[in-house]
């Protein structure tokens, strides 16, 4: 029952895809990636990751369909004819796939408990970890206790990502304001 | 937007359980699904939501740009904070066994504030991210 949920969602998730790619108008392409952080937000619930899901959900789904509306406000909402044919690009967008999938056979089969992943430190984080942080989900443990360093490296990249935007956009108003206070 | 009654009204109901919503899932953390990041990613969402009901100069008005900006570098000082204070109280760095007597106790603290911490510059972030692009038409650009 579970992997059929998750087929139905993944094929609506191609559809949109293909339509996402076929549609013109940017606003109906913005409504679209905003269905589609939704629809992998779903998926994520059925797969356990609620945590993924809540936040697929605000960042994908939310805030950045409002990102992408704000920058749609800022230029024309119907997408130019493109200039070249995409045959090229598509050949090779569909080589890559290809060697993904190919890829993707030597990897264990999903929830394999099997799998390396599953046997190297993870027995002891699910053993150890709920005596030793006394916490009972052990996914906050490893990253906030056992992964507290990777957690910091994190928080840095986001803290990195914002002082970024700052000085990208910021230096423009300041300018602009410049140009405002020469002209009288 | 900032004139439709039913939006203003449906807004007004619903901020203050986005807003909840955030808050259970950054001190639940520790129990069920969710941490600092969604918290976080959740409390900006509901300002955004609030921004684009009542608009931009509102919400500046409850989360000025100063606050945001202090906000982005705060969580990442608390995380380091965190850091230090187990180097402090003569553990190593991000050690919270030596935070409390009890180090269980120490664990739970350790990790209350570092998520704190994550909470904190995600929403700063995510909210300023928004700020300087809606922003950006305002002023004519």
Redesign the interface.
């Known amino acids: 029952m579970e992997a059929l949920i998750v087929n139905v969602l993944l094929a609506l998730m191609m559809v949109s895809v293909v339509v996402l790619a076929r549609t013109r108008n940017l606003f109906a392409v913005i409504v679209l990636f905003g269905l589609y952080s939704f629809l992998m937000a779903t998926v994520m619930v059925a797969l356990d990751a609620v945590d993924v899901a809540m936040t697929e959900a605000a960042v994908g789904a939310g805030i950045s369909t409002v990102l992408l509306l704000g920058a749609l406000h800022l230029c024309r909402s119907e997408e130019a004819k493109p200039a070249h044919k995409p045959w090229l690009p598509l050949a090779v967008t569909a080589a890559t796939g290809l060697v993904l999938v190919y890829g993707t056979w030597d990897l264990p089969a999903f929830s394999d408990p099997e799998a390396p992943i599953h046997k190297h430190v993870a027995p002891r984080y699910l053993e150890e970890g709920p005596r030793e942080t006394g916490i009972p989900n052990v996914v906050t443990a490893v990253l906030a206790s056992y992964r507290g360093f990777d957690t910091l490296g994190e928080t840095t990249v986001v803290f990195t990502a914002g002082a970024g935007i700052i000085a990208l956009l910021r230096r423009r108003r300041r300018a602009h304001e410049a140009d405002r206070e020469d002209k009288p | 937007m900032t004139h439709d009654m039913v939006l203003r009204v449906i807004a007004k109901l619903l901020i203050p359980f986005i807003l909840l919503f955030a808050l259970y ?1 950054q001190f639940h ?7 600092g ?2 918290a976080g ?2 409390l ?2 509901a300002m ?2 609030y921004a ?1 009901i009542f608009g931009l100069d509102s919400a500046r008005k409850v989360l000025p740009d100063r606050l945001v ?1 202090a906000m ?2 705060a ?2 000082l608390l ?2 904070g965190v ?1 230090f204070a187990g180097l402090l109280a003569g553990g190593n ?2 050690d ?1 066994f030596v935070l409390d007597p009890d ?3 120490g ?2 603290r ?2 209350f504030w ?2 704190a ?2 909470a904190i ?2 929403s ?3 909210l ?3 700020y ?6 305002a ?1 004519g ?1």
């Open positions: 899932v953390g520790d129990f069920g699904p969710g941490g990041f969604q990613v959740i900006a969402a955004v939501f684009v900006e982005i570098a969580g990442v995380y380091v850091g760095f991000l919270y180090p269980v106790a664990q739970h350790g990790i570092i998520e911490g994550v510059t995600v700063g972030v995510m300023k991210i928004f300087l692009f809606a922003g950006r038409d002023e650009e």
